[in-house]
């Protein structure tokens, strides 16, 4: 056993030394990962949550979808806030018709929209009658089985005078909604659901419309309840032609759906509640 007393100087040396720049270096890397996650919402992917009926029967209230921002180049409004100084679009190509894309409305360039291109610009299209006459030729659809969506609380059944909304029962019991079902083709070859609910006057026969360029027509799948380019752009309301610098991105998959019936300080009540079958769904 030695009895020489330890050199105070090696003794210090083997203590550990203390972290220098510590909260220097956790402030870059939250900073790296801030900037990583404004890339990656900004060029690449970003999410979105359907909050209305318009787009039935393709998408549901509670549905959440990936949005995809290559396709189509990228605009001011690819970034947020707009803060990007790009004038139009850069990279990319044009929209397809039957696309299913999310946009600014230009009715205040800030709230987010989505809807099916049905008209490129330079088309001439009018509705008759509740079908698309594009370029002179009526778009082809065909009634198809009822579209039914089991009654929760995103999903609600709201029949009203006129329209052909029926509130019945599945075979298990539970309530279900029943809405008449049409399937469109586009010239593309481009073929969806969309739902007529019945005859409504300015939706269903409207005036003759000439697609500006640099714009888009776009329509909701729900054509009796979709505020749409066959309306004036207005505040929270219709959207009118929307320019090609709004379109946000292209739809890309469904990567979670819940039917609203679940409470958040319940736990137990969250697996019920997904729509798991939906997850997945590409467009």
């Known amino acids: 056993m030695s009895d020489t007393a330890p050199n105070p100087s090696e003794a210090q040396s083997t203590m550990p030394k203390k972290s220098k720049g510590g909260f220097a270096e956790n402030l870059r890397f939250l900073a790296t990962l801030l900037v990583l996650a404004v890339l990656l919402r900004s060029l690449i992917v970003a999410p979105f949550n359907i909050p209305s009926e318009s787009m039935l029967p393709r998408l549901l209230v509670g549905d959440y979808l990936f949005v995809a921002k290559w396709p189509y180049g990228y605009s001011r409004y690819s970034f947020p806030f707009g803060i990007a100084p790009i004038d139009g679009r850069i990279m990319g190509s044009a929209p397809a018709r039957g696309d299913v894309v999310v946009f600014k409305t230009p009715a205040d360039n800030s709230t987010d929209y989505i809807k099916r291109i049905i008209g490129l610009p330079g088309d001439i299209i009018q509705i008759k009658g509740g079908q698309i006459v594009l370029n002179g030729t009526p778009v082809p659809r065909v009634r198809v089985a009822d579209f039914i969506d ?124 997904v729509r798991w079958p939906r997850i997945g769904g590409g467009f």
């Open 150 to 273: 089991p009654i929760t609380p995103n999903s609600p059944c709201r029949p009203e005078p006129g329209l052909n909304i029926v509130e019945d029962s599945a075979p298990d019991g539970s309530p279900q909604c029943r809405y008449p079902r049409y399937r469109e083709t586009l010239p593309n070859g481009r073929s969806y659901d969309v739902l007529d609910l019945g005859p409504l006057p300015f939706a269903d026969d409207t005036a003759t419309y000439v697609v500006p360029q640099g714009h888009y027509f776009l329509m909701g799948d729900n054509r009796d309840r979709s505020a749409d380019s066959r309306y004036p752009a207005q505040l929270n309301g219709a959207i009118g032609m929307v320019p090609e610098e709004n379109i946000v991105g292209r739809a890309l998959v469904v990567f979670f759906s819940t039917d609203g019936h679940a409470e958040w300080i319940k736990p137990w009540t969250w697996p019920g509640a």
